[in-house]
């Protein structure tokens, strides 16, 4: 397994968030957590990246303890696209995305060719080259977003974790980063997301794990895992999942009903 979390619990200094959670990710796979607001996902991801201290169980990419490796080592295996939120520096969005590159260039050492290269080819990847001299703090919300997924791709990890990466984009560039996460796994990189859309999981995962008040309650394949029941225990709603023939997947919408409402 490339990350294997077994038993981990997680949280913020004496504040338990989550406890008992046991997942992996290998190549080519790639894995979904859904759960409501609230529930972990976030602080689960960046315990799983060594952003934040675990507060117990075991935590291992490609069989050894994250904490054995350095940030820069660490960075050369896993890279992560955080909810596009937060304060940032006026950088163009080609330099962000060259920010991709900074755990593979020595230190006092200048990008190189290759590096423009790649940063380049992570920009046309995500559609979004026209931006590459506009100021990040300028460009609006999703295509903040896809900057930042450009970044991770440039940064050539084994494993990308991404925390909500459709929530401010608009409905085509929704689709384009599904097929984008789609592709990532079909290259051999393994992907965790997050997401709040289920149809989103039968549009990309290859297993689904449903998070509830920091524990997983189920995981496997989202056709196993992604029901009516279990949505409706999830979110509270009553919720239809229904094969849609022209597009060749399930999908999942709340049916509105008078008894879902408040
Ligand atoms: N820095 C922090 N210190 C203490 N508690 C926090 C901190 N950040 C988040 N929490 C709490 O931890 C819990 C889990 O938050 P988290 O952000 O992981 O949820 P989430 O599942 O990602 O939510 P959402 O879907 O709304 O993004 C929440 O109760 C939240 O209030």
């Known amino acids: 397994m490339m990350l294997q979390a077994t038993d981990l619990a997680f949280g913020y200094g004496r504040i338990k968030v989550g406890q008992g959670v046991t997942l992996s990710v290998d190549r080519g796979e790639v894995l979904c957590l859904l759960g409501p607001n609230g529930c972990g996902k976030t602080t689960l991801f960046k315990t799983l990246l060594g952003l934040l201290p675990r507060q117990g169980g075991r935590l291992e990419l490609n069989g050894k303890d994250i904490a054995d490796f350095s940030r820069s080592q660490f960075a050369r295996h896993v890279a992560y696209v955080p909810q ?26 200048s990008p190189t060719m290759a590096d423009r290269a790649i940063t380049q080819e992570a920009l046309a990847a995500l559609g979004i080259g026209h931006l590459a001299t506009r100021p990040f703090t300028d ?38 980063v599904l097929s984008r996460i789609s592709s990532f796994a079909a290259s051999g990189m393994a992907v965790v997301i997050s997401t709040h859309d289920p149809s989103h999981a039968f549009a990309c995962a290859s297993r689904v ?7 997983l309650v ?4 989202p056709a196993d895992v992604l029901t009516p029941q279990s949505l409706q225990a999830l979110y509270g709603v009553e919720v239809a999942v229904a094969y849609l023939d022209q597009a060749g997947r399930h999908v999942c919408t709340p049916t509105l009903n008078e008894r879902n409402a408040p």
Do not use: C, H
Not at 155 to 171: G, H, N, R, Y
Not at 209 to 215: N, Y
């Open 84 to 109: 596009a939120t937060g304060a940032y520096f006026p950088f163009s969005v080609f330099d962000v995305v060259l920010m991709g590159r900074a755990s593979r260039i020595d230190t006092f050492a």
């Open 139 to 176: 460009i609006s919300g999703g295509e903040k977003q896809m900057t930042l997924i450009a970044r991770a791709l440039a940064q050539e990890p084994e494993l990308i974790v991404m925390d909500e990466p459709t929530a401010s984009l608009d409905f085509g560039n929704q689709a384009r």
């Open 209 to 215: 794990a449903l998070m509830q008040a920091g524990a």
């Open 218 to 221: 189920a995981i496997g394949r």
